[in-house]
């Protein structure tokens, strides 16, 4: 018995997309969306396809937890359907959505001396009498 059960897996030829509805046993609690994207790939042969985890859900009372996935063959595709945030959280998750701490320390700096500039730019006022 597989740990992996298809809810429903159906192809959607408007938005050129497969939407598969899987639940994950014995997981509750210990799934990461990483972890669940490489499953699902495993799962269902999807290499070289984009997945795209839209909801992980556990289920009250029992171990188990049921996932929605959105399957592009286009990377621009995916990104022009759904949310930005959505690509952002996974780079989050795969922590990329971090700058290194030299180039954060770098972009605060050319921050800072572009507000000095600013502030020398404008002219004083005059005060009247």
Known sequence: MSMVETIRDVKNNLLSRR?????FKGLAGKLKK??????????????GKVIVPIMLKNDTGRPMISGTFYVYDDEKLAHAHLKPAIFKRLEKA?????KPEGEAKEAAAEKETKETED???????????
Do not use: R
Not at 19 to 23: F, H, K, N, V, Y
Not at 119 to 129: G, H, R
């Open 119 to 129: 502030k020398k730019e404008k002219p004083a006022k005059k005060e009247s009498a």
């Open 34 to 47: 990483l972890e669940a994207i490489d499953i699902v790939s495993k799962q269902y042969n999807l290499d």
């Open 19 to 23: 939407e598969i509805t899987c639940t």
């Open 94 to 98: 795969k922590g990329g959505g971090e």
